[in-house]
């Protein structure tokens, strides 16, 4: 997309949108690796003078460090033998929009930019928007939609920091999924951020309680590929604002308690014709299948499962979730309507026909979910592939078949991922480097740390 088409004269569209709002301070950042927003405030003088166009700079420690901001070394992309050079955060001016609950605020999602000005390659959102170019030029328009299930736990991130993330208190106790009366006493969180999300352009279809104690899901209404990870990174935002404004945490980590449920990120998908917006997965001739176009897509889905695997699953505690049959996808499958396997089938006569990927988890980073979603289903498409047999019951019967078990852990999914000619072709070199040197960081740490299984396992027995 390009702001100058959309917008026809952006400059004025600034200066008319601080007008009317008294806008003071506008928030701008992008996502990093792990998907975290990253940025500053900018004032709006210097938003409208020259930023809303020319971007501000940043430094591009954005990727090289990782979620705690502890510099990774060895990084190909930047680090001590590269100065840590500035990027440039561009803004979309699509995204520009007021922040509830804060005014005089506006916030805008901005895409990132080498200093000559070409696209920087480690950029998710840039690594999605280059897919979703490819899927245009091929007659595509890729329609999404994100389903994600969090966790909300009594105290402040500090307060529970003080304790070491220790003894956590759920907002409400013991497990009632889509227990109406339940969902009342939560709704003055809930409701809120359903209602925060609107203001924003960002509607919450459904919500209700989960699986676990204290754990919701709420699901956005679709959109468009860019539109959908934008609203997704909005929403992970948006909840652990409130969530802190009412003295609690939210947590989007793939699995917390081993007791407990895990949270999942599920993507529904679809594509419409790029030219009459027709629904490309419709078969109103047999509602009971995909058509030969979904059936495409789906097959590529299932083919690309492993080579995506390390970015659907993208920490070490994101294996836990997927071990043991826990409503999540752990196999290169797929079903109609069945929610044990990893791409669920969903077909219909109309545009409600759509597939879902099961494996992601809430913590991992939506562009990259997305992209590499896009990019199997058009390597399907691009290859005419076709799906293997579809399965009827139980797929986690069959995660003992090493031909269709999903990498089990983080260090397998990463040697998958780099050697992975599909992400090579779709995702480029320096982006599955990158990305790789930075899991592999994530892997050192992990084994570096002691847990508590282990100091209560052997301290005394040992």
Request: charged share 20%; hydrophobic share 40%.
């Given at each position: 997309?390009?702001?100058?088409?959309?917008?026809?004269d952006p400059k004025r569209y600034v200066e008319?949108?601080?007008?009317?709002?008294?806008?003071?301070?506008?928030?701008?950042?992008?996502?990093?690796?792990?998907?975290?927003?990253?940025?500053?405030?900018?004032?709006?003088?210097?938003?409208?003078?020259?930023?809303?166009?020319?971007?501000?700079?940043?430094?591009?420690?954005?990727?090289?460090?990782?979620?705690?901001?502890?510099?990774?070394?060895?990084?190909?992309?930047?680090?001590?033998?590269?100065?840590?050079?500035?990027?440039?955060?561009?803004?979309?001016?699509?995204?520009?929009?007021?922040?509830?609950?804060?005014?005089?605020?506006?916030?805008?999602?901005?895409?990132?930019?080498?200093?000559?000005?070409?696209?920087?390659?480690?950029?998710?959102?840039?690594?999605?928007?280059?897919?979703?170019?490819?899927?245009?030029?091929?007659?595509?328009?890729?329609?999404?939609?994100?389903?994600?299930?969090?966790?909300?736990?009594?105290?402040?991130?500090?307060?529970?920091?003080?304790?070491?993330?220790?003894?956590?208190?759920?907002?409400?106790?013991?497990?009632?999924?889509?227990?109406?009366?339940?969902?009342?006493?939560?709704?003055?969180?809930?409701?809120?951020?359903?209602?925060?999300?609107?203001?924003?352009?960002?509607?919450?279809?459904?919500?209700?309680?989960?699986?676990?104690?204290?754990?919701?899901?709420?699901?956005?209404?679709?959109?468009?590929?860019?539109?959908?990870?934008?609203?997704?990174?909005?929403?992970?935002?948006?909840?652990?604002?409130?969530?802190?404004?009412?003295?609690?945490?939210?947590?989007?980590?793939?699995?917390?308690?081993?007791?407990?449920?895990?949270?999942?990120?599920?993507?529904?998908?679809?594509?419409?014709?790029?030219?009459?917006?027709?629904?490309?997965?419709?078969?109103?001739?047999?509602?009971?299948?995909?058509?030969?176009?979904?059936?495409?897509?789906?097959?590529?889905?299932?083919?690309?499962?492993?080579?995506?695997?390390?970015?659907?699953?993208?920490?070490?505690?994101?294996?836990?979730?997927?071990?043991?049959?826990?409503?999540?996808?752990?196999?290169?499958?797929?079903?109609?309507?069945?929610?044990?396997v990893a791409i669920r089938s969903i077909p219909?006569?109309?545009?409600?026909?759509?597939?879902?990927?099961?494996?992601?988890?809430?913590?991992?980073?939506?562009?990259?979910?997305?992209?590499?979603?896009?990019?199997?289903?058009?390597?399907?498409?691009?290859?005419?592939?076709?799906?293997?047999?579809?399965?009827?019951?139980?797929?986690?019967?069959?995660?003992?078949?090493?031909?269709?078990?999903?990498?089990?852990?983080?260090?397998?999914?990463?040697?998958?991922?780099?050697?992975?000619?599909?992400?090579?072709?779709?995702?480029?070199?320096?982006?599955?480097?990158?990305?790789?040197?930075?899991?592999?960081?994530?892997?050192?740490?992990?084994?570096?740390?002691?847990?508590?299984?282990?100091?209560?396992?052997?301290?005394?027995?040992i």
């Open positions: 997309m390009n702001n100058e088409v959309l917008i026809e008319e949108f601080v007008a009317e709002h008294g806008i003071k301070v506008i928030k701008i950042g992008a996502p990093d690796i792990d998907g975290l927003w990253r940025g500053k405030r900018l004032s709006a003088k210097y938003f409208v003078e020259s930023a809303y166009k020319a971007g501000t700079n940043i430094c591009n420690i954005l990727f090289g460090w990782d979620i705690e901001d502890a510099s990774i070394p060895n990084l190909t992309f930047t680090g001590w033998h590269t100065g840590y050079p500035d990027v440039n955060l561009r803004p979309d001016l699509t995204t520009l929009r007021l922040v509830p609950g804060e005014p005089g605020v506006a916030s805008v999602i901005c895409d990132l930019y080498n200093p000559d000005g070409t696209p920087l390659e480690q950029s998710p959102r840039g690594v999605l928007r280059r897919i979703v170019d490819r899927a245009a030029a091929l007659g595509y328009t890729p329609v999404c939609a994100y389903e994600f299930e969090f966790y909300l736990f009594e105290g402040t991130p500090r307060e529970l920091a003080r304790r070491n993330w220790r003894d956590l208190e759920p907002i409400t106790n013991g497990n009632h999924t889509y227990s109406v009366y339940r969902d009342s006493g939560t709704e003055h969180v809930i409701g809120l951020i359903r209602d925060q999300l609107a203001e924003q352009g960002v509607f919450i279809e459904a919500s209700n309680s989960e699986h676990g104690a204290g754990q919701f899901e709420v699901n956005i209404h679709y959109g468009d590929a860019i539109q959908a990870a934008d609203s997704a990174l909005l929403l992970k935002h948006t909840v652990k604002e409130i969530a802190a404004a009412h003295g609690l945490t939210a947590s989007f980590m793939a699995k917390i308690n081993p007791g407990q449920a895990g949270s999942s990120g599920h993507v529904h998908q679809s594509l419409i014709s790029a030219e009459d917006e027709d629904a490309l997965f419709a078969n109103p001739t047999t509602p009971g299948e995909l058509s030969s176009i979904g059936n495409a897509y789906l097959a590529g889905l299932v083919a690309g499962s492993r080579d995506f695997t390390a970015l659907y699953l993208p920490t070490v505690n994101s294996y836990k979730r997927v071990e043991g049959g826990q409503w999540a996808g752990s196999s290169a499958t797929w079903g109609v309507d069945n929610r044990t219909s006569a109309g545009a409600a026909a759509r597939v879902e990927n099961r494996i992601a988890g809430a913590d991992a980073n939506p562009y990259l979910v997305l992209a590499a979603n896009i990019a199997s289903g058009l390597s399907g498409l691009e290859k005419s592939l076709t799906p293997p047999e579809a399965v009827t019951g139980n797929a986690y019967e069959q995660d003992g078949d090493a031909a269709v078990r999903l990498p089990h852990t983080l260090e397998a999914a990463i040697a998958v991922f780099a050697d992975s000619d599909l992400a090579k072709e779709y995702f480029g070199e320096e982006f599955v480097r990158h990305y790789t040197e930075t899991r592999q960081w994530e892997v050192q740490q992990f084994h570096k740390a002691v847990t508590d299984w282990e100091t209560s396992r052997y301290l005394e027995h």
